[in-house]
């Protein structure tokens, strides 16, 4: 990789950005004191900035780029697309081939029986979508009063009223007004946190059965769907004991409430499936996709929605849709990006190949002082920090550990996040058994870092 040198020096760029340009997520005033990172290039799981770091992207940009950074072959589809078709719409009795094409692929590789596919820009756009998409068919099946999704506390959906609504994030709920009515949240299968004394398996049974309990609390025929994701991604990597999804999926047979699998994160090969549904065991009746769909490439996202579903939405006019719904572009490259998933065989090399050698050296942490917890599943995975290990300790002063290791991590180029006091990582599907080694070296160094600085700030005492 060759920097690229022809921009600004990066205090002038961080000025400039700092002047005019809000980030989503981000404080203003501490973009404008420190300065933002200025990424200028990336190429397979490295990413470059201006001041020529190489720097491992441990969460593939926003847990998207699946088959890695630079790959020509996606540039040269959207260059052609481009030059023949930028632009058209599929709105009012129109479409073109790549949008035709791509839908006939994602029908081919969803499960048996998810044969259609409603596009938008975005995942918060494709649950805005769902929303409507679920109500309206209870609607027209004759039962309109079924209009309640039910949802999950610190589950992430989205950033529109109606996905960060169907999202638990407290501090989002506290801005703007949201949730909107009929959205009911349940609790998460967080056993760590929050299963005190009961054991994994009763933990997670109890937290599905908390569906049953609000559907009789409700009344069956209020409810319209359950919404979550396979493997909670944004709201730190928490996989479910194994008790969780059987139970998930008996009560919405039993109550005939639709299953909306969010698999913006889990879809496209990020837990060794093609799909995180697979590697859960669940029929969803609705699927919401983006990310990994163009390993972020191009903005596309969508529901994929089974037969049923869509022959009843189809016998009328559904009212909704956007101005890129199945953009040419992002339709095309998203069919390239299946295409090298699929012929490189990258879903099935993390399987069988790299996720394991992943999760060995990443289950391995828990043996760092400051590690309580490893969770791993495919290409995602997260740490628990914590004070005191053998009492599951949260720290007194929540958060500082998680925001020290992620500053650490940045200092030793490597980008992973943190959700709190826990570190997660969603590194690109390509990344190499070296490339696994360095990330566990860097993640060694910063957790050695941060124990250190915690230990002498006096940091360490439990909640
Ligand atoms: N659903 C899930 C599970 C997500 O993780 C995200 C994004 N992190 C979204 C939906 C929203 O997708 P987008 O940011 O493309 O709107």
């Known amino acids: 990789m060759n920097a690229i040198t022809n921009h600004m020096p990066t205090a002038e760029l961080q000025a400039l950005d700092a002047a005019h340009h809000m980030h989503p997520f981000t404080t203003g005033d501490e973009i404008a004191a420190k300065g933002a990172r200025v990424i200028t290039g990336a190429n397979g799981v490295m990413l470059r ?88 068919y209870w609607d027209m099946k004759g039962k309109p009063s079924k209009k309640v999704i039910i949802s999950r506390h610190n589950a992430y959906h989205g950033s529109s009223v109606g996905s960060g609504s169907l999202g638990g994030m407290s501090p989002m709920h506290a801005q703007g007004g949201l949730p909107i009515p009929d959205v009911h ?47 909670q991604g944004a709201g730190g990597v928490i996989i479910p004991p194994s008790t969780y999804w059987p139970e998930i999926q008996r009560i919405c047979d039993k109550y005939e409430i639709l299953l909306i699998a969010d698999e913006v994160i889990c879809g496209f090969g990020r837990t060794g499936n093609w799909f995180g549904s ?8 609705v699927m919401t996709i983006a990310k990994g769909l163009s390993s972020g490439y191009q903005p596309i996202g969508g529901s994929v929605v089974s037969d049923e579903i869509a022959s009843v939405i189809n016998s009328g006019e559904f009212n909704h849709g956007y101005t890129y719904s199945g953009h040419p572009v992002a339709s095309a490259v998203a069919l390239e990006n299946l295409r ?27 043996e760092h002082p400051l590690v309580g917890e490893a969770n791993i599943v495919g290409m995602m995975g997260s740490i628990v920090l914590t004070p005191h290990k053998e009492s599951r300790a949260s720290f007194k002063s929540a958060g500082a550990a998680g925001f020290t290791c992620r500053e650490r991590c940045f200092e030793n180029n490597l980008v992973m996040r943190h959700v709190g006091d826990r570190m997660i990582i969603s590194p690109p599907l390509v990344i190499s058994e070296p490339e696994i080694d360095t990330l566990i070296e860097r993640a060694v160094q910063s957790l050695d870092e941060c124990h250190a600085s915690l230990k002498s700030e006096g940091l360490m005492e439990s909640a």
Not at 63 to 69: D, K, L, M
Not at 70 to 79: I, K, N, P, T, Y
Not at 278 to 285: H, N, Y
Not at 342 to 364: H, N, S
Request: aromatic fraction near 8%.
């Open 49 to 136: 900035d201006s001041d020529g770091n190489q720097i491992l992207d441990a969460m593939a940009g926003l847990w998207c780029v699946n088959i890695g950074y630079g790959r020509d072959e996606l540039a040269e589809v959207a260059a052609r697309q481009m030059r023949e078709l930028p632009y058209y719409n599929t709105f009012f009795m129109t479409t073109h081939v790549p949008v035709i094409a791509l839908s006939q692929r994602l029908a081919e590789l969803t499960p048996d029986g998810m044969n259609h596919v409603f596009y938008a820009g975005s995942g918060s756009e494709a649950n805005d979508t769902n929303i409507r998409m679920v109500r309206t």
């Open 185 to 231: 949240h349940i609790g998460q299968p967080n056993w760590w946190t929050e299963g005190g004394e009961m054991s994994r398996e009763d933990f997670g049974l109890m937290r599905a059965q908390e569906l049953e309990q609000a559907i009789n609390d409700m009344g069956e025929d209020r409810v319209a769907a359950f919404i979550a994701e396979p493997i």
């Open 278 to 285: 697979q590697t859960v065991g669940i029929r969803p009746d």
């Open 340 to 366: 090298i998933l699929d012929e490189e065989k990258i879903v099935e090399r993390v399987r069988d190949q790299t996720g394991p050698y992943l999760k060995k050296k990443w289950e391995a942490l828990t």
